[in-house]
């Protein structure tokens, strides 16, 4: 069975902080993306990445896929609170049926 | 951009109704899934479905059922709802464009089972 465990699952820091926020599996994964959910929304995808130590950016957000394909990290540099939200990593699961895998979600909390 | 949409954004039942919870997609994409969402629980998923009329069960499948008549158009049926089906139902939609699944959300349906 494939799993992803994201870490840590909460977090509260000041505005203009820096964070990671990790997604860790012991499988490897033929993509992974990365989702953000506000409350009372739903879940809206923010990247994927496929290949190997690929990185992107988006804006203040760093994404990396580790070497081998079982891990990620979402970077934030100078946090803000419209950063606040439930972060979400998914891979997708083997075989290509379509569905994804998620981890069990990182709660980021920035304060003003 | 895609465009997942929800048939309602609360909905109260009383226990033992039958509910029926729409999800209509803009993108002609092949798969459709519902997930249900619970603190502490993340994202689980109930039933997919991969062409019309065709579905498979998620891992959550007991007390539900799907339809897919249309390509756009996926519908998560609750037989007898119960309080322990309160819960937050979230619709996506994906393609499978070289192998991967990027899947697009609803704004979700927060139902209450009383």
């Known amino acids: 069975t494939q799993l992803l465990e994201q870490s840590p699952q909460f977090l509260s820091i000041q505005e203009g902080e820096n964070l990671t926020v990790y997604c860790n599996s012991s499988?490897?994964?033929?993509?992974l993306q990365w989702y953000r959910q506000e409350p009372g929304e739903g879940p809206v995808l923010l990247v994927t990445?496929?290949?190997?130590?690929e990185v992107k950016k988006l804006k203040r957000l760093t994404f990396q896929f580790g070497d081998a394909r079982k891990d990620s990290s979402l970077h934030i540099t100078a946090a803000q609170p419209g950063d606040t939200g439930l972060y979400l990593c998914?891979?997708?699961?083997?075989?290509?049926?379509?569905?994804?895998?998620f981890g069990q979600g990182t709660t980021l909390q920035v304060k003003p | 951009d895609v465009k997942v949409t929800q048939s309602s954004r609360y909905l109260v039942k009383r226990t033992g109704e039958k509910v029926f919870l729409e999800c209509v997609q803009d993108?002609?994409?092949?798969?459709m899934f519902w997930y249900r969402q619970d603190p502490g629980l993340g994202l689980r998923l109930i039933y997919f479905?991969?062409?019309?009329?065709?579905?498979e069960k998620g891992d959550i499948p007991e007390g539900y059922s799907v339809s897919r008549e249309k390509k756009e158009r996926f519908s998560l049926i609750l037989e007898s709802a119960s309080t322990n089906q309160t819960s937050m139902y979230l619709c996506?939609?994906?393609?499978?464009?070289?192998?991967?699944?990027?899947?697009?959300f609803g704004p979700g349906t927060r139902l209450t089972v009383t």
């Open positions: 996506a939609s994906s393609s499978l464009a070289g192998g991967i699944s990027e899947q697009y």
């Open positions: 499988s490897v994964f033929s993509s």
């Open positions: 990445v496929v290949t190997g130590g």
């Open positions: 998914a891979g997708g699961e083997s075989g290509n049926t379509g569905k994804l895998i």
């Open positions: 993108m002609d994409h092949e798969n």
């Open positions: 479905s991969y062409d019309v009329k065709m579905k």
